[in-house]
């Protein structure tokens, strides 16, 4: 099966300009994630989605981050405005259903802020 | 979800086993260990995970000590591609939603 697919797979923008990442899940993976990975740490989640539903945000720097999942399928993250401490790679996962283990990773966006 | 503590880097030679440590001494009964591994500039890839039984599957095996404070995951035969950070997680089935990444462990296979 196809893996998750995301788009672009490198970005730099010049700060304050607006930036999106796009997603598209596995087939027939109900629950989607956006994390963040600055360089030399771990992922960092962002956002789950259950569905259309946006059921865990509490990470998400609201202020300047938004996501949206249409149709319970493909996913997109903004930025609007992006600074300088956005640079980092983004990266989508999708797994089955809720309480699944196993959750499938895209190749992440990386964005350059400068 | 329990913190989780992995040494920093590790080193193995080609062909052997690779035996990745991770305590976990905070624990709670229904919390499970997962491991993921990265590979240089790509996505998380799942491993395997466990509750309290052994485990094993195409990838690896993963022992958790009785008392569940301590797991090692096991790469019987490395090879070169199995360079990468790798991630002990401990969460809930719930908490997996979350799945909390610490720093991992950088492990390289030498030739």
């Known amino acids: 099966e196809a893996g998750v697919v995301q788009s672009p797979r490198y970005k730099i923008i010049e700060k304050k300009q607006p930036v999106a990442f796009w997603c598209n899940p596995i087939?027939?993976?109900?629950?989607l994630y956006w994390y963040r990975q600055n360089l030399g740490q771990g992922p960092e989640l962002l956002i789950r989605?259950?569905?259309?539903?946006?059921?865990?945000d509490s990470q998400l720097p609201k202020d300047r981050f938004s996501a949206e999942r249409l149709k319970g399928v493909d996913s997109t993250l903004k930025i609007q405005p992006a600074e300088l401490g956005d640079s980092a790679v983004y990266l989508c996962?999708?797994?089955?259903?809720?309480?699944?283990?196993?959750?499938?990773f895209g190749q992440g966006t990386r964005l350059t802020v400068v | 979800d329990a913190k989780t503590t992995q040494p920093p880097s590790m080193d193995c030679a080609e062909g052997r086993a690779a035996n990745l440590p991770c305590n976990h001494s905070?624990?709670?009964?229904?919390?499970?260990v997962y491991w993921y591994r990265q590979i240089h500039s790509q996505g998380p890839q799942y491993i395997i995970h466990?509750?309290?039984n052994n485990e094993t599957n195409e990838m690896a095996s993963l022992i958790i000590t009785e008392d569940r404070k301590s797991s090692t995951l096991i790469l019987p035969h490395a090879t070169l591609r199995d360079t990468a950070v790798y991630y002990c997680i401990a969460a809930s089935v719930q908490g997996a939603q979350k799945l909390v990444f610490g720093q991992g462990t950088r492990l390289t296979i030498n030739p």
């Open positions: 905070t624990i709670s009964g229904n919390e499970y």
């Open positions: 996962a999708s797994s089955r259903q809720q309480g699944r283990a196993e959750a499938f």
């Open positions: 087939s027939g993976h109900n629950t």
């Open positions: 989605y259950e569905n259309e539903e946006a059921v865990d």
């Open positions: 466990g509750l309290k």
